[in-house]
């Protein structure tokens, strides 16, 4: 008779232990709160198993250490330690379950704890708690100090069960985090590629007898690419393209300091040469991590159409003839900024626009990009786009030039910045007497 209460007193144990299993469950679907779920599973899986304590691990992947945030009954605020150490730290790095009945006797067992806290642990249980998604370790859910005989077979099964519940609900957790930071992230991207069209050129040039176009498509949200159209103190128009180094926000911060140098400088500067120099002794500085930037600034007089340029490693930048059909490359006449600065042989900086002529300056990323068999576009290419399509005008020319590089790459995304500014002699314009 007395087994038989005995067997019946242990099934409604079981049956109760199992209802709370189903409360938690239930509990944890609604959950989202890191510390709310600790808690739940804890304090659940502790009355299920009428044990005397239960703590969740969570894994530092990064310091490859076991903390707990939430644990029943303890004195301290939180346990750390390395993964290395204790029974959690076995089952950590081994993942499996263990049941240690005697753990003085056990060559895993530290007993740091206890001294510090003045607890004494009789037995142990512990799972790995994995995620669900991809068997990542998540952390280690321990319960210490059942009654009795220690934890038998059925403990074994619900504490397994258990660490199910608490792996689903914080691979959830996770994942809504993900997607907080990932809504966070678009958001300040998104601002700072408004504050960088910000800081373009908000419209065209107003010049008479001259047409102008310009193309922008950064790679990221942000770019790297610069281009800008300033005037001079004696009345000259400057166009100026450059491209830092690598893209996406260090280069555009970069380039931002690019450009308001350059609006600084040419309120007192109108030869090119002066500004490059200037605006290179006032970055290089900054130019850390290997970082250099190219750029090219061309400066226009609409009346005499004669244009003087300095280029500082920067390509391509192309002036087309278009009484002869050619094209004519705008030499280096500096290094890129952020170069040690060696002087080069001199070169003509300057030319003269001729009716229907057109000033090319653009970025790498347009010649450079390359197609799925691993050709280049190449300057070549961008040099039969403009006699293609020269005649329909800068914004034509401008949008065909970009669309052909995209169809050319044959994907989405740019693999860099790409960018372009075309400016051209109208046929009709007047020449200066």
Same mark, same amino acid.
């Not at 009345?235 to 450009?259: C, E, F, K, N, P």
């Not at 500096?334 to 300056?361: A, H, K, M, T, V």
């Given at each position: 008779?007395?087994?038989?209460?005995?067997?019946?007193?242990?099934?409604?144990?079981?049956?109760?232990?199992?209802?709370?299993?189903?409360?938690?469950?239930?509990?944890?679907?609604?959950?989202?709160?890191?510390?709310?779920?600790?808690?739940?599973?804890?304090?659940?899986?502790?009355?299920?198993?009428?044990?005397?304590?239960?703590?969740?691990?969570?894994?530092?992947?990064?310091?490859?250490?076991?903390?707990?945030?939430?644990?029943?009954?303890?004195?301290?605020?939180?346990?750390?330690?390395?993964?290395?150490?204790?029974?959690?730290?076995?089952?950590?790095?081994?993942?499996?379950?263990?049941?240690?009945?005697?753990?003085?006797?056990?060559?895993?067992?530290?007993?740091?704890?206890?001294?510090?806290?003045?607890?004494?642990?009789?037995?142990?249980?512990?799972?790995?708690?994995?995620?669900?998604?991809?068997?990542?370790?998540?952390?280690?859910?321990?319960?210490?100090?059942?009654?009795?005989?220690?934890?038998?077979?059925?403990?074994?099964?619900?504490?397994?069960?258990?660490?199910?519940?608490?792996?689903?609900?914080?691979?959830?957790?996770?994942?809504?985090?993900?997607?907080?930071?990932?809504?966070? =992230?678009? $958001? %300040?991207?998104?601002?700072?590629?408004?504050? *960088?069209?910000?800081? /373009? !050129?908000?419209?065209? @040039?107003?010049?008479?007898?001259?047409?102008?176009?310009?193309?922008?498509?950064?790679?990221?949200?942000?770019?790297?690419?610069?281009?800008?159209?300033?005037?001079?103190?004696?009345?000259?128009?400057?166009?100026?393209?450059?491209?830092?180094?690598?893209?996406?926000?260090?280069?555009?911060?970069?380039?931002?300091?690019?450009?308001?140098?350059?609006?600084?400088?040419?309120?007192?500067?109108?030869?090119?040469?002066?500004?490059?120099?200037?605006?290179?002794?006032?970055?290089?500085?900054?130019?850390?991590?290997?970082?250099?930037?190219?750029?090219?600034?061309?400066?226009?007089?609409?009346?005499?159409?004669?244009?003087?340029?300095?280029?500082?490693?920067?390509?391509?930048?192309?002036? =087309?003839? $278009? %009484?002869?059909?050619?094209?004519?490359?705008? *030499?280096?006449?500096? /290094? !890129?900024?952020?170069? @040690?600065?060696?002087?080069?042989?001199?070169?003509?900086?300057?030319?003269?626009?001729?009716?229907?002529?057109?000033?090319?300056?653009?970025?790498?990323?347009?010649?450079?990009?390359?197609?799925?068999?691993?050709?280049?576009?190449?300057?070549?290419?961008?040099?039969?786009?403009?006699?293609?399509?020269?005649?329909?005008?800068?914004?034509?020319?401008?949008?065909?030039?970009?669309?052909?590089?995209?169809?050319?790459?044959?994907?989405?995304?740019?693999?860099?910045?790409?960018?372009?500014?075309?400016?051209?002699?109208?046929?009709?314009?007047?020449?200066?007497?």
């Amino acid at each position: 008779m007395e087994a038989i209460v005995t067997k019946r007193t242990v099934l409604a144990d079981r049956v109760a232990a199992l209802h709370k299993l189903l409360s938690v469950a239930l509990d944890l679907a609604a959950v989202q709160d890191l510390d709310r779920i600790l808690e739940l599973v804890t304090n659940g899986v502790c009355d299920a198993v009428d044990c005397e304590r239960a703590s969740l691990f969570l894994y530092d992947d990064e310091r490859i250490e076991l903390f707990t945030r939430i644990t029943t009954e303890l004195e301290i605020a939180e346990i750390r330690h390395s993964a290395d150490q204790g029974i959690a730290g076995w089952v950590a790095r081994h993942g499996q379950l263990t049941n240690v009945p005697h753990p003085p006797s056990d060559p895993r067992w530290n007993a740091g704890f206890d001294r510090q806290t003045g607890f004494t642990t009789r037995n142990i249980l512990a799972v790995p708690i994995m995620s669900d998604v991809d068997s990542r370790l998540l952390g280690v859910l321990q319960l210490l100090n059942k009654a009795g005989d220690g934890f038998d077979s059925f403990d074994e099964q619900l504490i397994q069960v258990f660490a199910g519940h608490a792996a689903t609900a914080l691979e959830r957790r996770r994942l809504l985090d993900e997607a907080r930071q990932s809504q966070q =992230y678009a $958001a %300040a991207f998104e601002t700072a590629r408004s504050i *960088q069209v910000g800081l /373009l !050129p908000q419209q065209l @040039p107003t010049v008479p007898g001259y047409r102008m176009a310009a193309l922008w498509q950064p790679a990221e949200f942000v770019s790297g690419d610069y281009y800008d159209w300033l005037q001079l103190p004696d009345g000259r128009l400057a166009i100026v393209v450059g491209d830092v180094s690598g893209h996406g926000i260090g280069a555009a911060l970069l380039m931002a300091s690019v450009r308001a140098m350059l609006h600084v400088l040419v309120r007192t500067h109108s030869t090119p040469e002066a500004i490059l120099a200037l605006l290179h002794e006032g970055l290089v500085a900054d130019l850390r991590d290997s970082r250099f930037i190219t750029l090219v600034m061309a400066t226009v007089d609409p009346v005499s159409h004669a244009v003087r340029f300095a280029n500082a490693g920067h390509a391509p930048a192309l002036h =087309y003839r $278009a %009484a002869t059909d050619e094209f004519v490359r705008l *030499q280096a006449t500096s /290094l !890129p900024i952020g170069f @040690p600065q060696i002087e080069l042989p001199p070169i003509d900086n300057r030319l003269s626009l001729e009716p229907g002529d057109l000033l090319l300056l653009g970025t790498d990323g347009i010649v450079e990009v390359s197609n799925a068999a691993g050709d280049l576009f190449r300057t070549e290419r961008l040099m039969d786009l403009v006699r293609r399509h020269r005649r329909g005008g800068p914004q034509h020319l401008a949008r065909m030039i970009g669309e052909t590089i995209q169809d050319f790459h044959g994907k989405p995304l740019l693999p860099d910045d790409c960018t372009l500014v075309v400016l051209e002699r109208q046929a009709d314009s007047p020449t200066a007497v």
